[in-house]
């Protein structure tokens, strides 16, 4: 069964204190792995598409990776402003274009 | 910046009535899609949507739930005998050609309330 997984559930930062999260993913065959952010009630606001092992994207303090398994985002001296749940999800091979989504990571960035 | 708008914002309902939520997807975008959260639970895919035909849907997406392109500019999604475990957040999202790995873009969604 295709699986995304994404940890820490939670996640507790300093401002300025940098860290990563992880999404782990077991799937027949990987089209695209998106990352976005979710405040609370709101919808999903899409940061990046990565689509092959070894890609990178960067945008302002946000970093995210892939390999073969796995992709991180890393969050380099992060801000309150960057409190929020971020979603990642993925789209498969004869998935047509439904994304399948991990449970998210909750952050909360403390002055 | 083009964004992908819903209404309403927040719709409180009856069990077993019928409510519509509407969606304005991004204007030169030619897929459609709903997704659903209930509280504390996963984003998940409900229904794509590609010249006025379902492309996909999902196992939750049975015979209570149907989605139409009425005009130019808005697709919608019936429910037409509301549960209260339909009780949940309602996201449109638009994509522009559908293909895959397409970014999809979402709608700041619809909360649901079943009474």
């Known amino acids: 069964e295709d699986q995304v997984t994404q940890s820490p559930e939670a996640l507790r930062l300093q401002e300025g204190e940098s860290s990563s999260l992880n999404c782990s993913y077991t799937v027949s065959g990987l089209r695209g792995l998106f990352w976005y952010r979710q405040d609370p009630g709101k919808g999903p606001e899409f940061l990046f598409t990565l689509y092959s092992a070894g890609e990178e994207k960067e945008k302002e303090r946000l970093k995210a990776t892939l390999t073969k398994k796995e992709s991180f985002l890393h969050i380099t001296a992060p801000k309150p402003e960057d409190s929020a749940t971020y979603l990642c999800a993925v789209i498969i091979s004869g998935g047509y274009n439904k994304l399948i989504f991990g449970a998210g990571t909750r952050l909360a960035v403390h002055p | 910046e083009p964004e992908v708008t819903q209404t309403p914002s927040h719709q409180v309902t009856q069990m077993g009535q019928e409510v519509i939520l509407r969606c304005v997807p991004i204007s030169n975008h030619l897929y459609f899609y709903w997704y659903r959260q209930i509280l504390g639970q996963k984003v998940e895919f409900l229904v794509s949507f590609y010249n006025n035909e379902i492309s996909e849907k999902s196992e939750i997406f049975d015979d209570q739930f149907s989605v139409e392109r009425p005009d130019g500019s808005n697709f919608t999604l019936k429910i037409r005998s509301t549960k209260l475990e339909d009780s949940a957040m309602y996201f449109c999202?638009?994509?522009?050609?559908?293909?895959?790995?397409?970014?999809?873009?979402f709608g700041p969604g619809t909360r649901l309330t079943v009474l």
């Open positions: 999202a638009s994509s522009e050609n559908g293909q895959p790995g397409d970014t999809q873009y």
